[in-house]
């Protein structure tokens, strides 16, 4: 989303967070049967991150809740540290969920004035690993329910800590408002913005984004390869992305999810230029009438 904005050994590193911990308790750790809903991995694999999201409140030793005072793409949202747009819930609202979910809500606020004293009509939620937990190749996963409402921009993926773009972007999963398609990209130096190593996955009517689905990248030294609910979406090796530019994928990446309203990537799907660049009117009154939030299941990294 930032733009303009099997080898033997995988080597996978977990920061350690300002607690001492990694937020790898040593349950996560011991490889158990494959459970799709609660997103324990298969017996092969060993846990580095998992969060299920199933605690009162989320667990900042593994997140940072990231406020932004300006944005990039043209979207039309602050982020902000607030429960309201950030929160952990149970029971009806989370189900389908095995122990909760977080939700990613977008608020409208009118005339919401950032520390920067730049000036917006809505506020949303952005949640990143970084400095926390970083990794260089593994899986990563996330079990997700998007809403309806075009112009909506939730959004999982990999961002290096470095420059922009040449520590590499990994757009796991991306969503503007379209309920039978998402899209998975890469960026780099000489592929970003407009970037050729791009694709959608699209899903039947009677099985939309509404409902939950696996987003996820196996990331290895020599390809990335995207899934959804275990299907293969894209693949991308690194001939592909060198015959673009300098393969930017053998550094530690971070997660981020967050939710962006309108921008860039919305406008150039859906055209619409007013009230809001790329969120129309009727996607606004959704947000005021609080039904455009994003539901996580849990997010996790495997290697």
Same mark, same amino acid.
């Given at each position: ?9 995988? $080597?996978?590193? &977990?920061?350690? #967070? ?6 790898? /308790?040593?349950?996560?750790? @011991? !490889? ?62 989370? $189900?389908?969920? &095995?122990?909760? #979910? ?6 409208? /606020?009118?005339?919401?004035? @950032? !520390? ?68 998975? #990209? ?118």
């Amino acid at each position: 989303m930032q733009r303009y904005k099997v080898q033997l050994v995988i $080597a996978l590193t &977990a920061i350690v #967070a300002s607690t001492g911990t990694s937020g790898c /308790s040593q349950q996560q750790q @011991t !490889p158990v049967a494959e459970r799709r809903d609660t997103g324990q991995p298969a017996k092969a694999d060993s846990v580095v991150f998992f969060d299920d999201f199933s605690g009162g409140e989320l667990d900042r030793s593994k997140w940072n809740v990231r406020v932004t005072g300006q944005t990039v793409n043209d979207e039309q949202q602050a982020y902000v540290d607030s429960a309201a747009t950030l929160y952990l819930t149970q029971g009806e609202e989370a $189900a389908g969920a &095995a122990d909760g #979910a977080l939700v990613i809500r977008p608020v409208y /606020s009118p005339n919401f004035v @950032t !520390p920067e004293s730049n000036t917006f009509d809505f506020i949303s939620g952005r949640i990143d690993t970084r400095d926390k937990v970083m990794f260089t190749y593994g899986t990563a996963a996330a079990r997700m329910k998007l809403p309806a409402g075009t112009g909506l921009w939730p959004a999982f993926w990999a961002l290096g800590a470095g420059r922009w773009p040449d520590t590499g972007e990994i757009d796991i999963m991306e969503y503007v408002g379209e309920t039978d398609w998402t899209s998975v #990209a890469l960026h780099g130096p000489g592929y970003f913005g407009e970037t050729p190593l791009v694709n959608k996955a699209y899903l039947s009517a009677d099985n939309d984004v509404t409902q939950w689905h696996v987003y996820a990248v196996a990331w290895t030294p020599d390809s990335l390869i995207f899934t959804l609910d275990g299907k293969l979406v894209y693949r991308a090796t690194r001939p592909m992305v060198e015959h673009y530019g300098k393969w930017a994928f053998d550094n530690p990446k971070f997660l981020i999810l967050n939710l962006a309203l309108g921008g860039a990537y919305p406008v150039k799907i859906n055209g619409v230029k007013a009230p809001y660049n790329g969120l129309p009117a009727a996607t606004v009154q959704l947000i005021k009438d609080d039904s455009a939030k994003v539901l996580v299941d849990w997010v996790r990294i495997t290697r």
